[in-house]
């Protein structure tokens, strides 16, 4: 997440680069050697089918067992030995993911409206029938992302939802990730991860029903089964390492930016981090206060490496000129801490997320403790793509009914672009209604 020497003469503003990334593309987005062992995965599992889905859960996972899925009953008592407190950080993190989501779905109306006389199109929305959720427990349970895509699938109407999610405890999954899924209204849950989940459930070899979309996030062996799984199945985004950007002033403090950029830092050794801004005081303070925050973290080894080799400073003359570094690199969230907080909603373009205002952190969504999504897209995609919502599991599908006196305004001029184009099957389609009118 670096601005590039096109993007520089595009932006055409004066910009210094106080620090630039050691590292221009990070090493594991598409490793050949990764794209191969997952390509021979995806055939093996195809091929294969649940012996071969057992056979890499044992390897990979190290499942011990026979069968995959997680009990009812294990899956009732998954808070039973989690504090009472993150029980009902859950409970309320999975609440606000719910109910931003049926904010949004009451928003996205049918309707059914005549475009001329006789002809009346309309659209509706429908959900997806079959969807494969996956959720994340390797270095770090991520705990919201079933509040994300279970509970948001919910929302949205989804009959079927299969979750995934690795064995992470002595051949089992994780009882908060359960709890979190549990909670999500998750009623089918196996203990599988990797790309053997994706393909699993791609397949069908869980519940026996192949998924249309699979979902949630994952590391690169996940984002690659994705990306090679992609038209057999829908899918989310193609999301790579986390990111954030942090747009501030003087106004903001230089402690509350550094923390907010190490927070989304620790997520992985290839994590981007960048700060624009107009401030030459923060442009300075701000990499100091980053070491110094550093030395007293405990996953500085991950955050530092991330910061070292992916993280930026950009100086600008104006706020303009950071709006467009900002929609330049187009990061998955995005901070701004800065007067006028209007200003830059109505201006900046290019985001996942946006979070406004110096109370206002990517961790409180990360945590699901604001309502919206964290499955957001990376890699300069927000330039053409939003984040998961409940729109992602609604399919929008148009129709159309035409009367009898309609035929002449359609299949008149429909002749004619038939006839220019030469596809004579089409005119003929249009001319055989005109028949039938004239009698």
Same mark, same amino acid.
């Given at each position: 997440?670096?601005?590039?020497?096109?993007?520089i003469?595009?932006?055409?503003?004066?910009i210094r680069?106080?620090?630039?990334a050691?590292?221009?593309?990070t090493?594991?987005?598409r490793?050949?050697?990764?794209? /191969?062992? !997952? *390509?021979?995965?995806? +055939?093996?599992?195809?091929?294969? &089918?649940?012996? =071969?889905v057992?056979?890499? %859960?044992?390897?990979?996972?190290?499942?011990?067992g026979d069968?995959?899925?997680?009990?009812?009953?294990e899956l009732?008592?998954?808070g039973?030995?989690?504090?009472a407190d993150l029980?009902?950080?859950?409970?309320?993190g999975a609440?606000r993911?719910?109910?931003f989501?049926?904010?949004?779905?009451?928003?996205?109306?049918?309707?059914?409206?005549?475009?001329l006389?006789?002809?009346?199109?309309g659209?509706r929305?429908?959900?997806?029938?079959?969807?494969g959720a996956y959720?994340?427990?390797?270095?770090?349970?991520l705990?919201?992302?079933?509040?994300m895509?279970?509970g948001?699938?919910?929302?949205?109407?989804?009959?079927?939802?299969v979750?995934a999610?690795?064995p992470?405890?002595?051949?089992r999954?994780?009882p908060a990730v359960l709890y979190? /899924?549990? !909670? *999500?209204?998750?009623e +089918?849950?196996?203990?599988?991860g &990797?790309v053997? =989940?994706?393909?699993?459930? %791609?397949?069908?070899?869980?519940d026996?029903t192949?998924?249309?979309?699979?979902?949630g996030?994952?590391n690169?062996y996940?984002?690659?089964?994705?990306?090679?799984l992609?038209?057999?199945?829908?899918?989310?985004v193609?999301a790579?390492?986390?990111?954030?950007?942090?747009?501030?002033?003087d106004?903001?403090?230089?402690?509350v930016?550094?923390a907010?950029?190490?927070?989304?830092a620790?997520?992985?050794?290839?994590?981007?981090a960048?700060?624009?801004?107009?401030s030459?005081?923060?442009?300075?303070?701000v990499p100091?206060?980053?070491?110094?925050?550093?030395?007293?973290?405990?996953?500085a080894?991950?955050?530092?490496a991330a910061w070292?080799d992916?993280?930026?400073v950009?100086?600008a003359?104006?706020?303009?000129?950071?709006?467009?570094?900002m929609d330049?690199?187009?990061?998955?969230?995005?901070?701004v801490?800065?007067?006028?907080?209007?200003w830059?909603?109505?201006?900046?373009?290019?985001y996942?997320?946006?979070f406004l205002?110096?109370w206002?952190?990517v961790v409180?969504?990360?945590?699901?403790?604001s309502?919206?999504?964290h499955v957001?897209?990376?890699?300069?995609g927000?330039?053409y793509?939003g984040?998961?919502?409940v729109a992602?599991?609604l399919?929008?599908?148009?129709y159309?009914r035409?009367?009898?006196?309609?035929?002449?305004a359609?299949?008149?001029?429909?002749?004619?672009?038939?006839?220019?184009e030469?596809l004579?099957?089409?005119?003929d389609?249009a001319r055989?209604?005109?028949?039938?009118?004239?009698?």
């Amino acid at each position: 997440m670096h601005l590039s020497e096109a993007d520089i003469r595009r932006i055409g503003s004066p910009i210094r680069a106080v620090k630039e990334a050691a590292t221009a593309e990070t090493p594991d987005r598409r490793d050949p050697a990764l794209v /191969a062992r !997952v *390509s021979e995965m995806l +055939s093996a599992i195809e091929s294969g &089918g649940v012996d =071969a889905v057992l056979r890499y %859960a044992r390897e990979l996972d190290g499942f011990a067992g026979d069968d995959l899925e997680v009990g009812a009953a294990e899956l009732a008592r998954s808070g039973d030995e989690l504090p009472a407190d993150l029980r009902a950080a859950l409970d309320a993190g999975a609440e606000r993911t719910r109910r931003f989501a049926e904010m949004q779905r009451a928003r996205l109306h049918d309707f059914e409206e005549e475009v001329l006389p006789g002809v009346v199109c309309g659209q509706r929305f429908v959900p997806v029938e079959n969807v494969g959720a996956y959720l994340p427990a390797g270095r770090f349970p991520l705990l919201a992302s079933a509040f994300m895509t279970v509970g948001v699938a919910g929302v949205a109407g989804v009959p079927n939802i299969v979750a995934a999610t690795p064995p992470s405890r002595a051949g089992r999954p994780h009882p908060a990730v359960l709890y979190a /899924a549990q !909670v *999500s209204g998750a009623e +089918s849950v196996y203990a599988v991860g &990797g790309v053997q =989940a994706l393909a699993a459930m %791609a397949f069908g070899l869980l519940d026996g029903t192949p998924s249309d979309m699979v979902v949630g996030a994952g590391n690169a062996y996940v984002a690659e089964a994705k990306r090679q799984l992609y038209g057999r199945v829908g899918i989310d985004v193609l999301a790579g390492p986390s990111e954030v950007a942090v747009i501030a002033d003087d106004t903001a403090d230089a402690a509350v930016v550094a923390a907010d950029l190490l927070a989304q830092a620790e997520h992985g050794p290839t994590s981007p981090a960048s700060l624009a801004t107009t401030s030459e005081r923060l442009a300075e303070e701000v990499p100091r206060e980053i070491e110094r925050q550093l030395a007293g973290l405990a996953t500085a080894e991950i955050a530092g490496a991330a910061w070292r080799d992916h993280g930026t400073v950009y100086l600008a003359e104006d706020r303009e000129t950071v709006a467009r570094i900002m929609d330049a690199l187009a990061p998955e969230h995005l901070e701004v801490i800065a007067d006028d907080l209007d200003w830059w909603l109505d201006r900046l373009r290019n985001y996942g997320s946006l979070f406004l205002g110096p109370w206002s952190t990517v961790v409180y969504a990360d945590k699901g403790m604001s309502g919206t999504n964290h499955v957001l897209p990376t890699a300069r995609g927000a330039r053409y793509s939003g984040g998961l919502s409940v729109a992602g599991f609604l399919k929008q599908l148009t129709y159309q009914r035409a009367s009898r006196d309609a035929t002449l305004a359609q299949a008149e001029p429909t002749v004619t672009v038939s006839d220019f184009e030469q596809l004579v099957g089409h005119r003929d389609s249009a001319r055989l209604r005109l028949s039938a009118l004239r009698g």
